[in-house]
């Protein structure tokens, strides 16, 4: 019982909060009577974006190509060391 009442003592103040849904819009309304709204243009935005990416992708790979040469020369680098050091 005194779990019900603190129960309805937490959720009420949330219940008396909640406001009425808005009335629905009665009829059609063509796009031509409708108030005029700020719209950007999307092509800036959708090229730019696209521009931001591919340029991450391409530093990526640029950043990848760098350090597989220089793996590349290290493991040149071993192999020399290994032939001559196998020899002695």
Do not use: N
């Not at 108030?35 to 092509?43: F, G, V």
């Amino acid at each position: 019982m005194r779990t019900l009442l603190i129960l309805l003592l937490l959720s009420g103040p949330g219940l008396l909060a909640q406001t009425s849904q808005p009335q629905a819009q009665e009829g059609f309304v063509p796009v031509d009577q409708l108030p005029d709204q700020e719209q950007l243009p999307a092509t800036p935005l959708v090229a730019a974006a696209y521009g931001v990416a591919w340029g991450v992708v391409f530093t990526y790979i640029w950043f990848l190509w760098r350090r597989l040469g220089r793996v590349e020369r290290d493991l040149a680098e071993v192999a020399r060391r290994m032939k001559s050091g196998a020899g002695q």
